[in-house]
């Protein structure tokens, strides 16, 4: 698992990584909401790999594509108009649920 994944390129010298969440279908709606859930994917391999190997620095995509249904990167209205405000609102979320979960 992520653990070994991270264990075996820490002994190769490898002292980072990056997070980048496949999030099964049934979590993924319209605007994405699932990227700031301090129990969602992201948030538990973030915090699985910092209380196994603290001195590992953790690096995390900040967008919402991984999570949105459309497959888009923004908060889209149903006239297919970027919701920027709203986006840029869930991205800083997600940003600081990341850190919380002790993303460098």
Do not use: W
């Not at 969602?40 to 991984?66: M, S």
């Not at 609102?89 to 997600?94: G, K, P, T, V």
């Amino acid at each position: 698992g992520l653990l070994r994944e991270v264990r075996e390129a820490r002994e190769l010298g490898i002292k980072s990584v990056v997070i980048f969440p496949k999030t099964p279908n049934e979590l993924k709606t319209p605007i994405g909401e699932e990227s700031f859930n301090p129990d969602g994917l992201a948030q538990r391999a973030i915090r699985n790999i910092k209380r196994e190997f603290p001195d590992v620095v953790v690096y995390t995509d900040v967008a919402l594509d991984p999570y949105n249904s459309l497959g888009h990167d923004g908060i889209v209205r149903s006239d297919g108009v970027i919701m920027n405000d709203e986006t840029v609102d869930f991205l800083c979320r997600q940003a600081v649920s990341q850190a919380e979960a002790g993303a460098d």
